[in-house]
């Protein structure tokens, strides 16, 4: 019979505590805390690990190596079968690694992995651990999605002892665990899903990775509010943490990237959610903007930077005369203190008022625009849409606005202009320090812009 003892622990930290308090000091959320049952054994997920490797012939053991004696002539990524996805990961998945996939239910996220497990079954080892649906449940959804499923290896089990017992016994390369809320490690009386189960079952996977060499994905529940659910300590633990998200188009998922210790993040990854399950989509500029012939007042075309890629959005302003004292200011997708702010340079630097107008903003598509470089756009837009005056088809910008009224250069320029370039655009609105200095042009009209005034000239 285990020992154990009830303590009290925050679902938002971990934070341990004898007593029950209604905050908690390590993190100061409310209403956290709540009473869990431990085990008096140390490191029950770590011994769960330990137990499992034993016999792990790859496992390398402890030991002081030269770091420029370590091995690195083993391929040390794999392809997920996705360019996006790779992409995402930093350019595959890299042997060994952890990697958390979250995402509301229904997102896609046991469908991506499905299909990622039948893509990589062709040249690789793969082990699919499901613990939310029977085996029928997931033989049904290969088979409708018309999956090469011969090679899939898939055991139904919630016991992370029998997961890493099994994985040692079939030394699988990729080993995937849906999901990390239902998993339970032996001598750990909570219930699945609490702080402590997620926690040592979080741990004796990334153990066993870490050891084994093999890249483990796991599937990790969100909260209301869009963050991981369980203990911080699950973001820690991992390599790579991505998050699948429906905008609000929910034909398209995004793949975000949130943490990546072998890659860029804010990476985005695009894919269509068809009735053959997730597909690609190549190339997302295409998709976020407005391809109408009639151009209309506020609209505009935007180049913005997601991870190591351009992505061309399109952004929207309304600005309409204000029934109430307090005109509002609202902005989808874009920075809400920023337009404050790009309003009063505008009043300031430009003479253009917006003191009794409301203000609306919207970036078509559901993308989130985390980059400066939406200022000067905004700043079209919304002069466009209350001189209701349209800007020419074919137009894109970019720039960051200070609070001198200056443009300021954004980082890659020149792949900025490019992608618009690329995209058909002929007239580019840019930063003067991120114009080309060569004056060859092939018909495209480049418009370099110093100041906030000289955005009046544009239309
Ligand atoms: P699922 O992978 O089960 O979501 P999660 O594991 O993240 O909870 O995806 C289920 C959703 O995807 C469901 O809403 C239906 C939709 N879907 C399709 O539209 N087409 C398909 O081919 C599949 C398999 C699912
Ligand atoms: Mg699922």
Redesign the pocket.
Known sequence: MAKTKSIYVCSACGAKYSRWQGICYECGEAGTISETLVDTAPNAGAKAAARALSGFAGATGSGIYNLSNVDLTKKTRLSSGFSEFDRVLGGGIVCGAVVLIG??????????LLQTVAKLSENHKVLYVTGEESLQQVAL?AS??HLNTANVRIAAETSIDNICAMATAEKPEVLIVDSIQVMHVTGIESAPGSVSQVRESAGALTQFAKRSGVSVFM?GHVTKDGTLAGPKILEHCVDCSVI?EAGNDVRYRTLRCQKNRFGAVNEIGVFS?????LKEVKNPSAIFLNRQETVAPGSLAMVTWEGTRPLLVELQALVDISLFSNPRRLSLGTDQNRLSMLLSVLHRHADFSLGDQDVFVNVVGGVKVEDTSSDVPLCLALMSSFRNSPIDKGTIAFGEVGLTGEIRPVAYGQERIGEAIKQGFRRLIVPYDNAPRSKSNNGVQIIPVRRVTDLINVF
């Open positions: 995402g509301n239910p229904g997102a896609g996220k046991s469908t991506l959804r409708r999605l599937v699948l959610m068809t009735d053959q399950g």
